[in-house]
């Protein structure tokens, strides 16, 4: 399972790192996406990196503000944010995949196309 951490409330224009960590396995052969989920909306991906790190993918609305990237040695994906604004407010997960896949549209990633789910982290923009 993975787990995300770093959340919390930061104010318009600031920024967090989220981390993503596995427990029991290797992240090594496996594509990362981050999603975020707001309170009465659907599950929304946000970006994926692939197993080497050497492919990134980012939905437009975080395009330019977010990097996402991992450190295989450690195990762990990150999401660098800047430029927060109260619509990014979310709690955050991160999941695996075997290859990111970017879709046209509005949904960038689909949620069914990954797994290993675990507990999210509250990201709160304040304006």
């Known amino acids: 399972q993975l787990q995300a951490s770093g959340g919390g409330l930061v104010q318009a224009g600031g920024s967090l790192r989220l981390s993503c960590a596995a427990s029991g396995f290797t992240l090594d052969y496996y594509a990362i996406g981050w999603f975020r989920q707001a309170p009465g909306k659907e599950r929304e991906g946000v970006s994926c990196?692939?197993?080497?790190?050497?492919?990134?993918y980012y939905a437009d609305s975080v395009e330019g503000r977010f990097t996402i990237s991992r450190d295989n040695a450690k195990n762990t994906v990150y999401l660098q944010m800047n430029s927060l604004n109260p619509e990014d407010t979310a709690v955050y997960y991160c999941?695996?995949?075997?290859?990111?896949?970017?879709?046209?549209?509005?949904?960038?990633?689909?949620?069914?196309?990954?797994?290993?789910w675990g507990q999210g982290t509250q990201v709160t923009v304040s304006s």
């Open positions: 999941a695996t995949t075997g290859r990111c896949h970017m879709y046209s549209g509005v949904r960038r990633f689909r949620p069914a196309e990954f797994g290993s």
């Open positions: 990196i692939s197993s080497n790190g050497g492919s990134t």
